[in-house]
């Protein structure tokens, strides 16, 4: 079975540093990434998601994710973090033979707090 | 609907009690997940539908966890005789096959056991 690594726990920054989350899987085979938001309160939303390409994805809020397959990682970076950006962030992985039943594999999620 | 919709958003039960979780997916989306949020980690799956049928159930922590989805839209996740360890937010997912658009997950359920 796949597994999801994301080594930090909390991070803490202050607004306007650059962000790097840091997101690792097991998987040997073809994978689609996935970064998701969590923010209090809501729902899980989608930043962004590899299936093929580019391996530099760029999402939504200024997000981007490189796709590193040597390193099996899709950490998630911005250049300047905002207060907003407060949230819970969650790394997720599917297998990429376009099977619908696959499901997500999440890591264990990272909650980022920005200080104004 | 616009998206995911989980009812009721917050369920207390008493220990030994059954409980049913709803989940309306987006319209048209055939696949539809079920994923157990525990206080402090990442969503872990449950179940997965493809329209009616029930194709994978392997993230079923036991016998007392019951998914359905008759007509292949609506889907209920039951759990019956429950536990405090059942304590989490209950999450529903939905996409079109392959998933190529993203899963839309739904606000989920937050259910208490006491």
């Known amino acids: 079975a796949q597994s999801v690594s994301q080594h930090n726990h909390h991070v803490i920054l202050s607004e306007a540093a650059s962000l790097e989350l840091g997101c690792n899987y097991s998987y040997g085979g073809t994978v689609n990434l996935f970064w998701y938001v969590q923010y209090p309160g809501q729902h899980l939303q989608l930043l962004l998601k590899y299936f093929s390409g580019d391996p530099l994805v760029k999402g939504i809020k200024g997000f981007e994710a490189e796709f590193i397959k040597s390193k099996f990682s899709f950490n998630l970076r911005k250049p300047s973090v905002q207060w907003s950006d407060t949230a819970e962030y969650f790394c997720?992985?599917?297998?990429?033979?376009?099977?619908?039943?696959?499901?997500?594999?999440f890591g264990g999620g990272t909650r980022l707090m920005v200080k104004p | 609907g616009a998206g995911v919709s989980q009812s009721p958003r917050y369920k207390v039960a008493k220990r030994g009690q059954d409980v049913a979780l709803r989940c309306d997916p987006i319209?048209?989306?055939?696949?539809l997940f079920w994923y157990q949020q525990a206080l402090g980690q990442g969503p872990e799956f449950l179940t997965y539908?493809?329209?009616?049928?029930?194709?994978?159930k392997s993230g079923l922590p036991s016998d007392r966890f019951f998914a359905e989805r008759p007509e292949g839209s609506v889907s209920t996740l039951k759990i019956q005789r429950t536990q405090q360890e059942d304590s989490a937010v209950y999450l529903c997912?939905?996409?079109?096959?392959?998933?190529?658009?993203?899963?839309?997950f739904g606000s989920g359920t937050r259910l208490t056991v006491v």
């Open positions: 539908f493809q329209n009616e049928a029930q194709l994978d």
């Open positions: 319209s048209g989306h055939v696949s």
């Open positions: 997720a992985v599917k297998e990429g033979n376009n099977n619908a039943g696959n499901m997500l594999t």
């Open positions: 997912a939905s996409t079109t096959p392959g998933g190529r658009y993203g899963y839309t």
